[in-house]
């Protein structure tokens, strides 16, 4: 069964350091992957996806993420990070049907001045 | 505003109580879903719905109904609330049911039960 696993439940930075959030994933099939953002009180928002074309994705806010299928990662970085970075992180994968999302545990990226 | 939008925002009630959530996409999706999330933040897929059609059941109690009257709406009934059923509820819905198709979710219904 696909899965995700997500390095770190937080991670910690100063602003304007380069962030770097973990996915590792496990698939029976060339997998789909997405990073989504979690602010406090709202629902998840897409921030990039992974459907077999560039390798090197970019998403919104300055994100992007390389899949790698010699390491099955899917990490998501960013140059320089800004206090409105702060947030929850999840990394998901579709299932072999690909029918639903299979998510990660999430990572919570925290930013200090 | 286009979104997904699910009501109550809150909701608080007390075991062996019966409540409903509402959901409602005006992304003309063909796809809905409701996924849980835990207190540990752990997101888990309960149903998704496609054109009203009933897509996947996650293998949860089947104190949880769901009901789509439209590809519009999807709401969600629980019967007999139990204490372990305390949870963020996220109502989201996607271009259609493909693995491929990113999810647009709702701000979520925190549930407490006590």
């Known amino acids: 069964a696909q899965s995700v696993t997500q390095l770190g439940s937080h991670v910690s930075v100063s602003e304007g350091a380069l962030v770097l959030l973990r996915c590792n994933y496990s698939?029976?099939?060339?997998?789909?992957l997405f990073w989504y953002v979690q602010y406090p009180n709202q629902g998840l928002q897409l921030l990039l996806k992974?459907?077999?074309?560039?390798?090197l994705v970019k998403g919104i806010n300055g994100f992007e993420a390389e899949f790698k299928k010699s390491e099955t990662s899917f990490h998501l970085t960013k140059p320089s990070a800004h206090m409105s970075d702060a947030a929850e992180y999840f990394c998901?994968?579709?299932?072999?049907?690909?029918?639903?999302?299979?998510f990660g545990t999430g990572t919570r990226l925290l930013v200090s001045p | 505003d286009t979104a997904v939008s699910q009501t109550p925002k809150y909701l608080v009630t007390q075991m062996g109580n019966d409540k409903s959530i509402k959901c409602e996409q005006n992304?003309?999706?063909?796809?809905m879903y409701w996924y849980k999330q835990d207190s540990k933040k752990f997101l888990k897929i309960m149903f998704s719905?496609?054109?009203?059609?009933?897509?996947i059941n996650e293998t949860v109690p089947n104190r949880f109904s769901p009901k789509s009257p439209d590809k519009a709406h999807l709401n969600l009934h629980i019967n007999s609330l139990e204490l372990g059923d305390s949870a963020v509820y996220f109502c989201?819905?996607?271009?259609?049911?493909?693995?491929?198709?990113?999810?647009?979710f709702g701000n979520g219904t925190r549930l407490t039960v006590t």
């Open positions: 989201a819905s996607s271009p259609m049911d493909r693995g491929n198709s990113p999810l647009h």
């Open positions: 698939s029976s099939v060339p997998p789909y």
């Open positions: 992974y459907t077999s074309a560039a390798t």
């Open positions: 998901a994968v579709s299932d072999e049907s690909f029918q639903k999302l299979v």
């Open positions: 992304l003309g999706h063909d796809t």
């Open positions: 719905y496609n054109n009203k059609e009933l897509i």
